[in-house]
DNA sequence: CTTTTCTACTGTATCGTTACAGATTTCCGC
DNA sequence: GCGGAAATCTGTAACGATACAGTAGAAAAG
């Protein structure tokens, strides 16, 4: 056996990793007998597949990735668009888990495409099209009227989105009920007596700060509570959230609950209140998305509602999957409902 | 045999991606010339290139990877390798974010390849190098033997790893300095005149506790403390935790000062000791890590000390194609400091 | 004026796979 | 026995890139 030293680089073959070629030298068949028993096409017999097959397994052989994708044009990769921007609690990476655990039971390999939403959010997707070095593409932070939607619709990538759009083009998706979450909550907190309330919305561009007001205000109506206006939003940084909410507090116009639409606000938002002197679950009260159950343990008295990013992980790859296999796009639209505290 | 059609002759200019071949049929060269100009060749005239490189520019060529892939082998692929299972503070994400914000500037994807740490770790690794599907790897959640990496080695597999290892071999690494942390931790307890600690340790089996062991018993000979049995680590769920620490704070043996190897730790170990009616800053003091700033703005009275996990990944990102550059192992290890609050 | 050397460029084979157009054998029906 | 269909299998040519072994022409050497 010869020893051949690891240094600096280079990549030692492995123990010679088989191709179609190994296996029709074995089985004495020809490679592209090969090719179509492994996918099992009608024209080979049934005899030479299960020889086929058994070598295969026998060698361990996985097609090469790259032949493929020369070949044919099918990459078996989903891109996943991600903004880096920073985001205090991670619910990116229970996303990411979830969108792993579908793929890893089929051939899709998942690729970070990180992009800064401070930039031109087009210049990912349009890399992906332009190089067409994915077959699917999952996006988050989608706007009511999302230019990434429109140009993946138009160049006929098969996509899904984190969050509905409202711009006449169907495509998978999945979302979280906010409208139902801001409705619930008013009625949470005004069955606690509160009457004066306080929301700590998304920020204005993304579409789920619409649905989040439909909801929101549908409560006051249906539950009849008057809003206190806050000038902050989930994207506001956590020292600016708590000094608005410290000043709000203090004023005459001071809220008896309020609704946090993320649990970093609502964390701020906490700050705020206990700075101005008031207590939760006494002066006031409190409802807020959580991703991770940590505001429970921080502050038993706020109702925290789970927001589950893994499950969306999971139907936004199902989802994406389904799409490439043709199924169309209006089966691939999910809405998930809050998860309430029992009792 | 047939006469093919050559690049001097009736190459048709394609209307999709363009090609090598696009460029050659443009300029008038073979296409040998033009990979070869777009490399820098040598024993090319400097006009040829200065055409070439025009030409490609104008027409946004950008090489297929699968062809690079199949010819050369090289995958231009960065493998990071993820535990997908629960994580209660998403510090996942940030590091991803940094891997990600160094590979942009670079050839490089990043593919998430997932894993569940409940079974064999060496799993996805030796996927990736029986596939090779990566040209280099990243790993978390190393051990002080850790098999991966003896894989990887023996392979000729460049990698980084999150955490150093101890098993003789060099290799690239970025490491929170945990044996400082833990030190430091008690050092600031003691100064705050805490001698009975306690600490909430990470997994034995992660390289990391050692570090932390070590630097936590250093601490207590120094500065003259005593340590407070716990029994119970941050991988403990969160509800042991708390259970476990109030009944410890309930003993004869209750601590009064704590290190917390985790922020959801922390929060578990505080609520703790609220339930058994104690009180931070007063009965008892804690210093703990954070990824995110949230510990401070839940309890100001805890010690919080940030692991900069976004930086972890840039400097395991940078870590990586350095090793793939050829570059020694010795050079490419980082050990990053303790940021202590101001004050 | 020939030979050698050098510069600048090019054709061919190849990586592993699949589409496509045969090719061979078997098995019918009549 | 024969035409023809069915059932199986196979060779060749790509996909886009690069390694390698050239070649043509000019310049330098003799």
Redesign the interface.
């Known amino acids: 056996m010869d020893n ?1 030293k ?7 073959p ?1 123990p010679e ?1 088989p191709t179609l070629k190994t296996i029709a030298f074995m089985t004495g068949l020809g490679i592209t007998t090969v090719s179509r028993a492994l996918k099992d096409a009608p024209d080979i017999g049934a005899e030479t597949k299960e020889r086929v097959r058994m070598v295969a397994r026998q060698l ?1 052989y ?1 097609p ?4 493929v ?2 070949r044919t044009g099918k ?1 078996n990769v989903i891109a996943l668009v ?1 903004s ?1 921007d920073e ?8 996303m ?2 979830g969108i ?2 579908v ?2 039971g089929t051939q899709y ?6 992009h800064s939403h401070s930039k031109d959010p087009l210049v990912p997707v349009r890399y992906i099209l ?4 994915a077959d699917g593409v999952i996006i988050s932070r989608t706007e009511p009227d999302d230019p990434r939607v429109e140009l993946m619709h138009q160049r006929g990538m098969p996509f899904a989105t984190h969050g509905r759009t409202n711009m006449g083009i169907s495509h998978p998706f999945h979302d979280f009920d906010n409208e139902a979450f801001a409705r619930e909550a008013v009625r949470a907190l005004v069955a606690k007596g509160r009457r004066r309330i306080a929301l700590l919305q998304p920020p204005g561009k993304l579409n789920y700060y619409l649905h989040t007001q439909i909801g929101f205000q549908t409560g006051l109506r249906e539950y009849q509570a008057q809003e206190v206006p806050l000038r902050a939003s989930t994207d506001t940084t ?1 020292a600016e959230i ?1 000094d608005t909410v410290e000043a709000l507090m203090r004023s005459p116009h001071a809220p008896d609950g309020i609704v946090c639409s993320s649990s ?1 606000g609502a ?2 938002v906490n ?1 705020g209140i206990e700075a101005a002197g008031f207590h939760l679950g006494h002066d006031i009260d409190m409802v807020a998305k959580q991703s ?3 505001l429970s ?2 502050r038993p008295e706020i109702i925290a509602i789970h927001e589950d990013f893994r499950h969306a992980g999971r139907e936004l790859g199902k989802a994406v999957i389904a799409r490439i296999d043709g199924i169309e796009p209006e089966l691939l639209q999910s809405i998930s409902s809050p998860i309430w505290p029992k009792g």
Chains 1, 2 share one sequence.
């Open positions: 051949k690891t240094s600096g680089g280079g990549i030692q492995s990793r361990g996985q090469n990735r790259a032949g994708r020369l990459t991600l880096i985001e205090i609690m991670g619910f990116t990476s229970h990411v888990f792993s655990e793929l890893a390999h998942l690729v970070i495409t990180p332009d190089t067409g070095s956590l708590k970093a964390i701020a700050a991770t159950d940590v343990w921080i």
